[in-house]
């Protein structure tokens, strides 16, 4: 058994009509590592994420390639082995927190429910777990929240019960989909300030998906660049930011914001870069011969 | 500094609390903003920046007079636009314009591009050479004229952001209120776009108020900046001496949480008090 988290091989998929979303995308996470999926819309850095954890829309077929959990190979087993994998071995951190939560039930026995039903614990067991959980998200008042709907609570304030919720099991893997893009800076350096600390003293590995190549760099130790679901560059994150190797990347953080220095950011990205990444990518489809589908 | 553009004094405005409400009757008023004092000088960008709930989308709304404020005065060349009528409004909606968040809400879906943009030409009496003014605005914005017959769902985010500012932008205005226009577009987008409008508002002298979360955007593109929180105005200064020594403890930590593209390891530390 390999002793990787969470491993990808040339998955591909295609939508309904042939048109491929995934190409041959392969990465690795370890244990205990936060790989960053970065790109912009369109990159197929969330579809990763839901073809992880098997949630992926009807409408997307995987043609090709295999995940590996912890060696285990996920496309092998049952959807109902699959379904059972999340929220024991694998989580989810959603973008929307409020999309995420029953908006008729308050938080703690929405929360205990979770437990009771997907490890079998029982109410007690499940309600002491949630306590501990809380107190970790460092919520102060945890009988309040526990006793609130969720339209009740702040923003950052719901993204921390679903961080509790997504470490309740201990998963080995916990995939974070933009979890602080809906969130204001201040409150965002808090909650990922939080997700460090919980992923390092769980030891969890995350695939953490995110738009904004600052996260990215604050949060991950290694990264994939995606680019019309194509990952047209991997690296440690210290390495991609001293020195990113394709152009796409390059024009990517040039084109992102920084205060430091407004007037060497925020350049449009130059059209021979967007040709180049057409031609890349018209090249590896043609190249491409699915071996099933 | 000739006379501002725009003078806003002692502006407060109340809106309904509607999570108050009681079963019957009205909902009692929440005062959102609580008295600003600031002036808009006449060609230039001003960034007003804050958290969600500070108040700074009010605050456009009401410099549009898409609000009627409950307190204070908001002067527009001199005169007191606060409580003008709507029939009053109309014809000084045409120097006051906006671009919206999201063009895809924001453009109907059942017109032309070309109809969209001559909408606010037709209100105001420029209805004649309707398609040499569209043209021009589709030319300013960088869109070709194939455009023109086109429908909202046919464009990228950026193009719909592109005729959003040609609408707001084919009556040549003297102020444009573009609040958050960027926030829901892609970063290599989001680039073009700012670039687009800090040289539309250069080459026509625009007065423009840029809300925005983003201090890093608004670093690039604001002469000032005025920093809210809870409905006050908690700083307000020129762009360079707002990041080079920003005087208030709540702007250096919005400034901190910014997280740049570039490895600190530091800054996921858990907070220790900085020295003063």
Redesign the interface.
């Known amino acids: 058994m390999s002793a990787t988290c969470l491993e990808i091989r040339n998955l591909s998929a295609v939508l309904a009509n042939g048109q491929r979303v995934l190409r041959s995308v392969s990465l690795a996470v370890e244990p205990g590592e936060v790989r960053a999926l970065v790109g ?2 369109g990159a197929g850095k969330t579809m990763i994420g839901k073809a992880v954890l098997g949630v992926l829309p009807l409408s997307v077929r995987i043609v090709e390639g295999d995940m590996l959990l912890e060696g285990e190979n996920l496309g092998r087993l049952s959807p109902k082995a699959r379904r059972t994998l999340i929220g024991t071995r694998t989580a989810l951190i959603p973008q929307d927190p409020l999309t995420a939560l029953n908006p008729s039930r308050r938080i703690g026995p929405q929360m205990t429910d979770r437990l009771v039903r997907i490890l079998g614990w029982n109410g007690e067991r499940a309600d002491q777990r949630i306590r501990q959980l809380l107190e970790e998200v460092q919520i102060r008042d945890p009988d309040r929240v526990l006793k609130s709907y969720p339209h009740e609570l702040s ?1 950052g304030m719901r993204q921390r019960v679903l961080i509790a919720a997504a470490f309740a099991a201990e998963p080995r893997l916990i995939v974070a989909d933009e979890p602080t893009t809906a969130l ?6 808090q909650i ?2 939080l997700i ?2 919980l992923q390092r003293e769980h030891g969890t590995a995350i695939l953490f998906v995110t ?9 991950s130790q290694k990264v994939s660049v995606l680019y019309a679901g194509k990952v047209v560059e991997e690296a440690e ?2 390495a991609l ?2 020195a990113p190797q394709h152009p796409y990347t390059r ?3 040039a ?6 220095d ?2 060497a ?5 130059d059209e021979a870069v967007l040709a180049g990444l057409a031609a890349e990518i018209a090249a590896a489809d043609r190249a491409w011969r699915p071996r099933h589908g | 500094m000739a006379e501002p553009l725009i003078s806003v004094r002692g502006l407060k405005v109340a809106l309904p609390d509607m999570t108050r409400k009681p079963l019957i009757g009205r909902a009692p008023l929440a005062e959102i903003l609580k008295g600003l004092d600031f002036d808009l000088p006449r060609g230039s960008v001003t960034g007003i920046v804050g ?2 709930g500070s108040g700074k989308s009010t605050l456009g709304r009401a410099l549009v007079r898409l609000l009627e404020p409950s307190a204070g005065s908001i002067s527009v060349e001199g005169r007191d636009i606060s409580h003008l009528s709507e029939a009053e409004l109309r014809p000084l909606r045409r120097n006051l314009q906006m671009i919206f968040q999201d063009p895809m809400s924001s453009l109907n879906p059942r017109r032309a591009i070309a109809s969209i943009i001559a909408a606010p030409l037709k209100q105001n009496g420029l209805g004649d050479h309707l398609k040499t003014r569209v043209a021009e605005a589709l030319q300013r914005v960088g869109l070709p004229q194939s455009f023109a017959s086109r429908y909202r769902h046919e464009l990228s ?1 950026g193009q719909r952001q592109r005729v959003g500012i040609a609408r707001a932008l084919a009556l040549s205005p003297k102020f444009v209120l573009a609040d958050e226009i960027v926030s829901g577009l ?3 987008t ?3 776009i ?2 687009l409008l800090e040289k539309l508002a250069a080459e026509m002298g625009l007065t423009v108020a840029f809300i925005s ?5 608004i ?2 593109l604001c002469r000032q900046v005025i920093v809210m929180r809870e409905g006050r105005i908690v700083e307000a200064s020129a762009t360079d001496a707002l ?1 080079e020594n920003p005087k208030e403890a709540y702007t250096r ?12 390891a530091d ?4 907070a220790t008090k900085a020295p003063a």
Not at chain 1, 184 to 189: E, F, L
Not at chain 2, 253 to 263: F, G, H, M, Q, Y
């Open positions: 912009e819309s923003g204001d800076v201040t409150v965002q350096k990922l300030r460090a600390q738009h904004d190549l600052g996260v990215v760099a604050k949060i994150t210290a930011f001293a024009a990517l953080m084109a992102t914001p920084r205060y430091t407004p007037l950011s925020l350049k449009p990205v | 958290e969600s985010g892609d970063v290599s989001q680039a073009q700012l670039t979360h983003d201090l890093s955007v670093r690039r990041f930590d919005l400034i901190a949480a910014i997280p740049l593209p570039e490895i600190d800054w996921l530390r858990p």
